[in-house]
């Protein structure tokens, strides 16, 4: 074992994000050259096992459909599927983007799904293929018994995190939690949308889940999401495993002990009381949100992340500004949201905190903060061509105080959850979002006079109008 190893050993969250954080001189020390023939294959497939078709392009119903490969060919294709591609000219290589986003595009979140009594659909446990919308089935039966819920849909999203250290490195797993936070509410919402409710269960045993899932050991069990309300009917099937062979990602793999460090730390399970969110109110009233015509399933299958945004004079009104603060809102426990303010009608520009029990923003600092959203956000220059920037501070110290290390995963789930509602908000009034996971954690504390007690930053956000991206195909 490596002295790192060793010393890894007895890490926590603490000395993780500690370990992770970016400035300008930890980006100088260790500069990183991407080793592209070694790049992980974004695509998870369970080899040798039954794949069932999932109808295609399903329309989106308010009821769930009656049988069940409609309803979770609905369920996945407004979640998790492909729904566009980018064309590089200058190669000629096509890579395909899906209706949840994910740092670089890497995607290490994968969809994995329990059955039970959904109507002409077997029992059984399931593996999403989003490269061809179908569902491997790894084995036919009650599984009910893996997670004690008696839901008729079960999903565990589970992380690849070499996936996305590939590129990230040590940081990469914030980031393989951000994505389940955006995977968590894509399929909370296409499932609203379906007319059915769900419910994010974060803690569980990973290691009895995974082996139970036999689970390629590159995949740990981050989130389980129970899905009720589909159209079932009474079943009874022997179990009967066929497994599959996980494909090979990559020739080689890299090891980030760091990564399986705090892994191993966030999976101890600790409940005590969560102390409740610091409540505040701020001078500026949000007015009722503006209002979008667009359907729920146009939104999700033309969300896509901007490159940047246009900059110039054009700006987003007030009421705009609610609607998209409204739907993150009610997500609001540990994370609070920082709005670096460029172009709002009405709104002078600066730096203002949400307060989302009264809707409100509290001005924190008055001026332009187009440089500083830029360079907080590593020289970005989207955060400074958005109509409005953000921070989102998590309160580390008290999830940790109600949850262990494993609270670390939760504050990071619901910024990426937070994300996935700013950009589908950001979606339907016609504009475009970018969840930004770089940035200068020190700096925006200084810059934002964050103390260790309130919270340190987890991730940033921009919203605008985003220039075309002639690379897109539908
Ligand atoms: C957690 C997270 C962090 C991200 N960080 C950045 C970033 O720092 N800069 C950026 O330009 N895009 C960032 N993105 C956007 C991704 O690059 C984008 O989601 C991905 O390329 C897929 O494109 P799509 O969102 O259009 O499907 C991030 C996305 C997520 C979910």
New binding site residues.
Partial sequence: MSALSKSLQSSNWREYHEATKHSVQSLRRTPHVLDWANMPDPFRHYEGVPVLDLPADPPLSEQPAADGSTYLSQLLFYSAAI??SKLVPSTGFRYA?????????LHPTEFHFMTCGLKGWPDGFYHYRPSSHMAEQRAIGDFRDVTGSDAPIVFILTSIAWREAWKYRDRAY??CL??IG?AWQALALAAQALGCDSKAIVDFPDDEIAQAMRLHEDEWPMLIVEIRGAACEPSAHETVWYGGTANQLSTEIVPYPRIEAIHAATKLLVNSTIEPAPAGTGEVRLPPSAKSLRSFGEVVRT???A?DFVGGTQSISLPQLSALLAPAAPLLSFVQLYLYVHRVDGLEQGVYRFWPEHAELERIKVGDQRVAAAGL??G?D?AGNACVAFSMVGDLDRAARAHGDRGYRSVHFEA?AV?QRL?LAAEALGLGA??????YDEEVHRYLHVTPEQGQVV??FAIGYPIPDPRLQA
Avoid at 434 to 439: E, H, V
Wanted: net charge positive.
């Fill in positions: 729904s566009a983007l899906r209706v949840n986003p994910s740092s670089g595009n914030r980031y951000h994505d955006h969300r896509r992340s490159l956000s590593l970005q989207l990426g994300g950009y970018t969840g930004i996971g770089a940035f991730y940033h």
